[in-house]
């Protein structure tokens, strides 16, 4: 079966700290891999996304992510987190239909 | 430039009503998408167009649940006899063209809540 599990549904950390957030996925197509990002009364937005190639992607606002095809994970990373990278991330998996995981709401205090 | 527009915002409906939610996508993008994302998890995918076309119901999770897209451009999603379990925030999101190095963009939502 097709499926994204995120391994923290809540994370707090304090500004400067790193982040790493964990996603494993399971999908019989072509794997294209997502992360979303919905800030507090925003729409969800684009991070970033792996297509092939590179398998370390840089996104937007300093965050990246490697694809490890042997472990079947999208770990998404940032060095020093910032208050306003507050807000619920989203990894997902598709091709035409998107399939997400339930999501991490990360807190940061300032 | 104008992004994905979602109507109503919000919506209150009593158990056993049809509803009808609206979705502008960006202008000139083919592919027109329709999530579910009930409270605690993420969006769960309905349906989704290719122009006029719907090339893809298996996310529907009832026949009480229709969609359409007559003219290429806005989207309706239809339920029917809405029950409690309706509720939840509908997103659409649309996007330039199938196949990789798509991005769908995404509208805010219509929050569905069934009385």
């Known amino acids: 079966a097709q499926s994204v599990s995120q391994h923290n549904h809540h994370v707090i950390l304090s500004e400067a700290a790193s982040l790493e957030l964990g996603c494993n996925y399971s999908?019989?197509?072509?794997?294209?891999l997502f992360w979303y990002v919905q800030y507090p009364g925003q729409h969800l937005q684009l991070l970033l996304k792996?297509?092939?190639?590179?398998?370390l992607v840089k996104g937007i606002k300093g965050f990246e992510a490697e694809f490890i095809k042997s472990k079947f994970s999208f770990n998404l990373r940032k060095p020093s987190v910032q208050w306003s990278d507050t807000a619920e991330y989203f990894c997902a998996v598709g091709d035409d239909k998107i399939i997400f995981g339930k999501g991490t709401r990360l807190h940061i205090l300032p | 430039g104008a992004g994905v527009s979602q109507s109503p915002r919000y919506k209150v409906a009593k158990r056993g009503q049809d509803v009808a939610l609206r979705c502008d996508p960006i202008?000139?993008?083919?592919?027109l998408f329709w999530y579910q994302q009930a409270l605690g998890q993420g969006p769960e995918f309905l349906t989704y167009?290719?122009?006029?076309?719907?090339?893809?119901k298996s996310g529907l999770p009832s026949d009480r649940f229709f969609a359409e897209r007559p003219e290429g451009s806005v989207s309706t999603l239809k339920i029917q006899r809405t029950q409690q379990e309706d509720s939840a925030v509908y997103l659409c999101?649309?996007?330039?063209?199938?196949?990789?190095?798509?991005?769908?963009?995404f509208g805010p939502g219509t929050r569905l809540t069934v009385t």
């Open positions: 167009f290719q122009n006029e076309a719907q090339l893809d």
């Open positions: 999908y019989g197509g072509t794997v294209n």
């Open positions: 999101a649309s996007s330039l063209i199938q196949g990789q190095g798509y991005e769908q963009y």
């Open positions: 202008s000139g993008h083919v592919s």
């Open positions: 792996y297509f092939s190639g590179d398998p």
